[in-house]
Nanobody, 124 residues
Framework: QVQLVESGGGLVQAGGSLRLSCAASGGTFSTYVMGWFRQAPGKEREFVAFISGSGGTTYYADSVKGRFTISRDNDKNTVYLQMNSLKPEDAAVYYC?????????????????WGQGTQVTVSS
């Protein structure tokens, strides 16, 4: 059974930075596309970024492009999301997810396993 545990969320001032981590257990981590999504109160869960199994391909939502960086360490079964220049509108619960097979996905149904989420709060 695959499990994901996110960490690294917290309270940060606008313009600040945070790095989220997501540790995976079970399965074959290096073969999975990994994604980050976020969900603000009253809004639908939205795509943030994904990274291929090798780490060679990444893709970002327009809203975070140039500010966020997704990366992974397959030796540690961990994916990261470095968030810089944070804005109040980035505040949300951030989730990591696994896409077991198929090509890259940007939709919630494209992903098979989800973590419990970590809260990011950005003060203005």
């Amino acid at each position: 059974q695959v499990q994901l545990v996110e960490s690294g969320g917290g309270l940060v001032q606008a313009g600040g930075s945070l790095r989220l981590s997501c540790a995976a257990s079970g399965g074959t981590f290096s073969t999975y596309v990994m994604g980050w999504f976020r969900q603000a109160p009253g809004k639908e869960r939205e795509f943030v970024a994904f990274i291929s199994g090798s780490g060679g391909t990444t893709y970002y939502a327009d809203s975070v492009k140039g500010r966020f960086t997704i990366s992974r360490d397959n030796d540690k079964n961990t994916v990261y999301l470095q968030m810089n220049s944070l804005k109040p509108e980035d505040a949300a619960v951030y989730y990591c997810a696994i896409r077991k097979s198929g090509r890259f996905g940007v939709r919630v149904p494209d992903y098979d396993y989800w973590g419990q989420g970590t809260q990011v709060t950005v003060s203005s």
